[in-house]
């Protein structure tokens, strides 16, 4: 460690963004716990939910702020007039990392604007730590949020995730898992990695690693429960196997279930990981 390595204790005005437990409350950092007892104001989600945690810490701020997705942009002028009298104010989330999949992007931005400092306790981040466990390559990765429930938004974010050349971690709901595992299988093939992590750091915990092919019937014989990060590895530059046949029968499939020639073109090129003028000229003869 070097001199530079030493952190101040001291807590200095502005907007502290900091990070909570996913799960196991021990994971609350103590600088976190110390900016929380320390804050005049900390915006939260929900009120009930953080109450708990801040009664545990023996945090009481003379102001909770709810900033959840419908009140964010309300909460940005309270905090603005609170920064503007040198107060500290905190931001948490009901769980992990603020602004991650989570409310605050936009206070950053408004704190920013306008001239004063962000601080963060960092801590827990739900797709940090299943990318790290899961086993697949983590020099370069693709933090996809929630995927689109519908439409072609989703269809467009999906092919992106099978061409991604990353490793990519997404966040799903347990009651979607199913459909997106099979979304996700259908785009960039049954073959492909895949590890489901859920419920990290709590009582039961879970890394199941293989194929997206086996993840689907795995998530059709256990129920899904609890909360999932899906790690999914990145397309592999070696598809010299596929034939043209194969090019030719993955077209097929798709544009006789009503997808269009183009759409088609491009999901063909993600699941096969083959080159997108070579299915595009094998789609002009079928
Ligand atoms: N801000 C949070 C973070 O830093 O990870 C994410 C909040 S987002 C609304 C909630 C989603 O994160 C869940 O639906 C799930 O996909 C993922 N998640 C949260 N806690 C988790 C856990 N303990 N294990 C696995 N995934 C988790």
């Known amino acids: 460690m070097s001199k530079d390595d030493i952190v101040t204790s001291a807590i200095h005005a502005g907007l502290w963004l900091v990070a909570t437990p996913i799960g196991n409350l021990e994971d609350l950092s103590p600088r976190g716990a110390a900016v929380l007892r320390a804050a005049k104001v900390i915006c939260c989600e929900d009120t009930r939910h953080s109450g708990s945690l801040l009664k545990r810490i023996g945090a009481s701020p003379e102001r909770l702020i709810v900033a959840n997705e419908h009140t964010e942009h309300d909460a940005i002028e309270s905090v603005l007039s609170y920064l503007s009298t040198g107060a500290v104010v905190a931001l948490i989330s ?11 992007e936009r206070l950053v931005r408004a704190t920013i604007n306008a001239g004063y400092t962000v601080h963060s306790t960092p801590g827990p981040a739900a797709f940090v730590m299943a990318i790290a466990m899961s086993g697949l390559p983590t020099a370069r990765i693709a933090f996809d949020g929630f995927l ?30 199913e459909k997106t595992l099979v979304d996700l299988a259908d785009v960039c093939g049954n073959d492909r990695l895949v590890v489901l992590a859920r419920e990290l750091t709590k009582l039961h915990e879970d890394m199941w ?6 993840a689907v019937i795995h998530s059709r014989t256990v129920e899904p429960r609890g909360e999932y990060a899906l790690v999914i590895a990145p397309v592999t530059a070696e598809s010299v196997d596929v034939t ?3 090019i030719r029968t993955e077209l097929a499939s798709r544009t006789s279930a009503g997808i269009s020639k183009r759409s088609a073109v491009d999901e063909v090129t993600a699941a096969l990981g083959v080159s997108r003028k070579r299915v595009y000229a094998i789609s002009v003869t079928v």
């Open 94 to 104: 009901d769980a992990g990392t603020p602004a991650i999949s989570d409310p605050g």
């Open 148 to 177: 689109p429930r519908s439409g072609s938004e989703r269809r467009e974010r999906l092919t992106e995730v099978a061409r991604e050349r990353r490793t990519t971690v997404l966040y799903e709901a347990p009651h979607r898992l």
């Open 209 to 214: 690693r293989g194929t997206l092919g086996d």
């Open 244 to 246: 043209d046949d194969d």
